[in-house]
Structure formats: structure tokens, C-alpha cells
């Protein structure tokens, strides 16, 4: 069964702590993805990452910085939180191809309160 | 750079009644996808749907269908025999031969028993 696993679920941090939220998949797939979701404007990509130490900056990926040290791992890094970046987050995987219709499967998501 | 559009932001529907959910995109891509997630309240994102754009036949899952018009770049989904189950968080989503998905802002469903 496929499995994309976010390591917190809920998390609550100050401003200006470095924030780490982790990510695993269990499907071999190439392609990993953070994304930022807020009511009204749906999920935005902040990073995307194709291959183990390769990463290519989505819509928003100011802020943020991301790590990929092996296959089934991709972190996301808030180096100083601020409080903008109260959100749900959401993890994602896919294989890599040519094919356009490979599913996407997503993480359960965490949810980051910075006060 | 592709934008998706859904210009509802709330729908109801009563439980075993039929409604559809809107969706428009912008793109000068020829070939690509579109989906349709579906995010309860456990907040795990569910793939619902997908349909190819080379394809004219409009996709159908059980009780969700689409009506995919490519010349007007729409992508609508219906539920029919709306099931309390079916109340989320909805999700149009487009992608071409790139790998990354543009999604919309979401409509939330609410089904009324």
C-alpha cells in the first residue's frame, strides 16, 4: 500500500526557531514535493525535488529550504520561523516519467503554529 | 505559468442528490492532465479523478464523473447520489509533461442528511 509519512502532525514553535518537518516514502518514487496550504488559496509548491540531492524551488520558496540526502527522505526547513508561516503543510510524492498522469500521493500533513 | 480556477468556494448538496463542482484552467499546453483530489476532514488528500486531455471521452469513476471541455478549458465534476462521506475539502489540480500539479483554491462540500 502506499505510504507518504509526515513525521509531526501538529507542531508549535517561536518565532525564530529553526523548524525541520520530515517526510518518507515507502514507494520508490523519484519525485518528492512540499506544499503549503491555506484556506482560499488551495496548495502552493515551495520546493520540489526530482533526485537525491537535487531540488528545484516551487511558487513560494522564500523562507524555506529543503534537504534530500536519500531516495525516501525530504525534509523542509524554516531556518528562522515567522509567524506568516502558520500552515499546513503537505508532503507528496510521485515516480518520475514522461507519463503526465502519474498520481500524486500525499502525506496526512502537518500543521505548524509559529507564535 | 498555468493557473486553475474554482470560483466556488462552498457548495451543499442534500445526501442522495446530484452536484457539481466547478473548475476552469489556463494553459497553451496541448497535452495534459487534470485531476480532481478529494481532502476530508483527516485531512489525507484522496485522488478522485483524472482525466487525459487528449482524450474526448469524459472520465467516470462510480459515482463521480467529469465534464471535461477542452475548448473552454473547463473541468467540472459531478457527484451524483451525494453520500455524507462525500463531504470535503475538493481540489482541482492540472498538470502537463512536467511533474509538478497546480491546484485551485477549493471548494468545500457540504452534504445535508
Known amino acids: 500500500d502506499v505510504k507518504v509519512t509526515q513525521s509531526s502532525r501538529y507542531l508549535v514553535k517561536r518565532t525564530g526557531e529553526k523548524v525541520f518537518l520530515e517526510c518518507v516514502q515507502d514507494m520508490d518514487h523519484e519525485n518528492m514535493f512540499w506544499y503549503r496550504q491555506d484556506p482560499g488559496l488551495g496548495l502552493r509548491l515551495i520546493y520540489f525535488?526530482?533526485?537525491?540531492?537535487m531540488k528545484e524551488k516551487g511558487d513560494i520558496p522564500e523562507g524555506y529550504s529543503v534537504s534530500r540526502e536519500k531516495k525516501e527522505r525530504f525534509s523542509l526547513i524554516l531556518e528562522s520561523a515567522s509567524t506568516n508561516q502558520t500552515s499546513m503543510y503537505l508532503c507528496?510524492?510521485?515516480?518520475w516519467g514522461t507519463g503526465a498522469g502519474n498520481t500524486i500521493y500525499f502525506g496526512e500533513g502537518s500543521w505548524l503554529t509559529v507564535v | 505559468a498555468q493557473t486553475v480556477t474554482q470560483s466556488q468556494p462552498e457548495m451543499s448538496v442534500q445526501e442522495a442528490e446530484t452536484v457539481t463542482l466547478s473548475c476552469t484552467y489556463d494553459t497553451s499546453e496541448s497535452d495534459y492532465y487534470l485531476f480532481w483530489y478529494k481532502q476530508p476532514p483527516s485531512r489525507q488528500m484522496i485522488l478522485v479523478i483524472r482525466q487525459e486531455a487528449y482524450k474526448q471521452q469524459n472520465a467516470t469513476e462510480n459515482r463521480f464523473s467529469v465534464n471535461f471541455q477542452k475548448a473552454a478549458k473547463s473541468f467540472s465534476l459531478k457527484i451524483s447520489d451525494s453520500q455524507l462521506g462525500d463531504a470535503a475539502m475538493y481540489f482541482c489540480a492540472y498538470k502537463d509533461a512536467g511533474n509538478m500539479l497546480t491546484f485551485g483554491g477549493g471548494t468545500r462540500l457540504m452534504v445535508k442528511p
Open positions: 507528496a510524492s510521485s515516480l
Open positions: 525535488s526530482y533526485d537525491v540531492k
